[in-house]
């Protein structure tokens, strides 16, 4: 079923007249999802009908519980059965979302994944709004492509990127369980989101997690090999693209403006950008700007879709 063939549900009028919404659900009651429930909780085209996880004792479903939204234990079967639920947040695993996405694609619902399974075409809201609107599937990539992906792009609007290479580091800490287990996973999901949505003919992409104390928060490296540029032209565009994503992650910000050097042995020139993401702390602690770069995307490409707005990305 297309994405556009979902039904916007009317919310009951506020002070300012009606308000469409969307039923949304969260699969997955871990520190994600949990972090989704809060930033869905203040766009008003979102409508939260319910997080379900499979772990009777899941702090996240208390915490869900508490707050008034509907959840179940049940996972995927309790969203599936839930027909005014139209967008589906997936923030289990890879390994798990290779099982629900089609499921959710037989109910007619849309999956916005927030795994590195890579089953639907990645996404970065600033930068390929239009290939995602009539999606079944959407794959948010990593946290390192949301982080990296809008500078590789934001330099491929002026120069031919032959290669970009990133470096995302974040605190240990911040590192769960499924972050750990999905290292190969970050890496090639990462890369390909620079080539395929980004613009670099070749990517490749590192993790490192630091054990610092205090945790440090996210910083990401981008080396992107041109073969010429104008150095006024890269800092005008990158800094055009900081200021377009920090409309939906605030603590995003450049570490330094873009360096350009020569590259080795004469191959061309070389820009180095230096990015920090500070998380809003809506939930998750933050220095945690890894996992909350992957939420705040996640929810913006909903309200996108939401909002059928295609004007926001030029």
Sequence with gaps: MSRWMFTLALDAPGAGG?????????????????????????????????????????????RARSL???????????????????????????????????????????????????????????????SYQRAENVSLATCGAQATVP??????????????????????????????QNIDEFTVATARALERVGGAARGKAIIVLNPAEPPILMTNTVYALVSDVDPAEVERSVQAMVERVQRYVPGYRLKVPPLVGEGPAGTGRVVTIMVEVEGAGDFLP?????????????????????????????
């Design 286 to 314: 933050r220095y945690a700007g890894n996992l909350d770069i992957m939420t705040s995307a996640a929810v913006q490409v909903a309200e996108d879709l939401a909002a059928g707005d295609r004007a926001s990305v030029a």
């Design 151 to 180: 500078m590789v792009h934001a330099i491929s609007r002026v120069a031919r990127v032959e290669y970009a290479e990133i470096v995302a580091t974040i605190a240990s800490k911040s590192a769960g369980p499924g972050t750990r």
């Design 18 to 62: 009606t308000t469409m919404s969307v039923g949304v659900g969260i699969l997955g009651s871990g520190n994600i999802g949990t972090d989704l429930m809060f930033k869905i909780f203040r766009r008003p085209r979102l409508k939260l009908r319910m997080m379900a996880g499979i772990d009777p004792q899941s702090e996240g479903l208390a």
């Design 68 to 130: 008034g939204v509907p959840t179940s234990t049940r996972g995927i079967d309790a969203i599936l059965e839930d027909p005014e639920i139209r967008v589906v947040f997936d923030a289990t695993s890879a390994k798990a979302h290779l099982r629900h996405a089609p499921l959710l694609r037989e109910a007619g619902k849309l999956a916005i994944d927030l795994t590195p399974a890579s089953v639907g075409p990645p996404v970065v809201p600033v930068v390929n709004l239009d």
